[in-house]
């Protein structure tokens, strides 16, 4: 009796300890756990309501299993009448949810937002068409180099978790691939490969006269202090000064603020410098942040900002995937989020190959892609002056000088070379930890560019809005 008695005193002991930690999680949860949930929840938004994939496998593939631990005691659930993912840690405690606006994607909302949200607003977005009647990048026709496309289909080279290579010759397909489970028509997530988009974007507000790279004064909370000093120019070569913590895999700033801060430009704008401005490189999705929110409050309205990229860069570019999403507050995440198919990818990174010229028109001022790839000093040379890396000294192999690269969290990779007119473009979900590197895949295709019949780019190197 006694020992029964004593192992019910540990039992109700062990239920009580349960229940309490069970109860604390529910009430209070760390903020680890609320990263992760914020995370999987938008992560499964925007693959399931833009990329139309199944939710169980991208919580599988694309949350746990190249994640955190604690990634893969998350369950989410879908709620596809109002277009709501919701993520929970053990299945209840710390809840994230992401919402689905059609032409604005997915965007993390706090719980109370969440509970106010009373449905979907929508931008109307036209449907892509392919057509293979077409050469890309006015339809979706290729054609193909089969000395190319075996190094697209050489494992090796695209390395594991591979979702898309693409490679364009003076504006032509030349060769091209997806994973298992993706297809042309899948848009992708870039992760950091948006920060070049956003510098593309600021380039045609000072195209307009709407700004200017030495402006300095930027924000009104920065005048009274030494951020006063900091120019557009800084901010778009990362060296701003501005203190930020980019590291991932815990609660930094970089995590706290893609997943937990409703208004993330302000989070960002709010730190302090750590170093005076234009003097150190610091590589900063917060940065980008406040480039966004300074592109889009130079035009007379949330609602017009909010179709800006659309009008005034997809759809001139015939990117009609395209999607740029936004935080709770409004801004776009142009450090981050955005979709697209890798054609579309392609698309933008033609326009940077043509020096910012489509269709015979600037839509880019003249010498801005030059600026934007010229390397910085603070940076070592390391990062160009408008979002983008340039050749590192180190680099080996046929790199011409002018190679230039977008790139993007888990593997996201799209070289440049101008004089060449060739785009190599490398999309999937391969962390660092797999040792991957895309330098082989890109030197095979620059050793073999010499073999390939010459010829001139098409006469309508560009497409109007599909």
Known sequence: MRKRGIFSIVAAGVVALFAGAAGWLAVAPPELLLVGDGYAAKIVCSNVFLAGRDADEVLAQDVQAPGHPLLRLIHVSVDR???VVTA????????????YREGLGC???SPGEFAAFPGNRSLRRRTPQADDSKPWPDGSGARIEPVLQAVVEDDRLAGPGIRAVLVLRNGVIVAERYGKGFAASTPLLGWSMAKTVTAAIIGLRVRDGAMALGRADLLPDWRNDNRRRITLADLMA????????ENYGSVTDVTRMLFLENDMARFAAAHPLAADPGSQFSYSSGTAMVLSRLWMDSLPSPREALTYPRAQL??????????????AHGTFVGSSYMYATARDWGRFAQLLVQGGQWKGEALLPPGYVEAMRQPTAASGGRYGGGQVWTRPKDLAGPYPEDSFW???HDGQ???IVPSLGLVVLRM????RATGYEIEPLERAVLERLPTLPSRAAPAASASDAP
């Open 314 to 327: 997809f759809r001139p570019l015939g990117m009609a995937s395209a999607v740029i999403e936004p935080d």
């Open 428 to 431: 999937g979900l391969t962390p």
């Open 81 to 83: 009448e109002r277009k």
């Open 406 to 408: 977008m790139r993007g």
């Open 107 to 109: 965007t993390n909302v």
């Open 413 to 415: 990779s799209i070289m």
């Open 88 to 99: 929970r840690m053990f299945g209840f405690a710390a809840p994230g949810h992401a919402i």
């Open 238 to 245: 990362m060296q701003s000064g501005l203190a930020f913590n």
